[in-house]
């Protein structure tokens, strides 16, 4: 089992900046992709954004491209999404994702989820 707990959302203007966090705790951090994806009210779960196993490789969706930077550190079992550039449209809950075989899109081959954290982009 992989436990991981968001962290880091809040109210912010647009134009702001915000960063989460998601610590994991339970087995081997490392052996995991870690995704992060998020769902506004009454619209499906969507993909933020992945990084790989050792961090040397991320992914991004298109509508967060060059705002939006994901990290990690393995050493503190923590993964990060610093969000810069924010926009009203990227207001929703904000979940990590953890997956032995990827670190994509693909919301079926992630394993463990967190709980979640609000993220309210105001204009």
């Known amino acids: 089992q992989v436990q991981l707990v968001e962290s880091g959302g809040g109210l912010v203007q647009a134009g702001g900046s915000l960063r989460l966090s998601c610590a994991a705790s339970?087995?081997?951090?490392?052996?995991?992709?870690m995704g992060w994806f998020r769902q506004a009210p009454g619209k499906e779960r969507k993909f933020v954004g992945g990084?790989?196993?050792?961090?040397?490789?991320?992914s991004y969706a298109d509508s967060v491209k060059g705002r939006f930077t994901i990290s990690r550190d393995n050493a503190k079992n923590t993964v990060y999404l610093q969000m810069n550039s924010l926009k009203p449209e990227d207001t929703a809950v904000y979940y990590c994702?953890?997956?032995?075989?990827?670190?994509?899109?693909?919301?079926?081959?992630?394993?463990?989820w967190g709980q979640g954290t609000q993220v309210t982009v105001s204009s």
């Open positions: 994702a953890a997956s032995l075989v990827t670190y994509d899109s693909r919301v079926t081959e992630y394993e463990y």
């Open positions: 990084i790989s196993w050792s961090g040397g490789s991320a």
């Open positions: 339970g087995r081997t951090f490392s052996n995991y992709g």
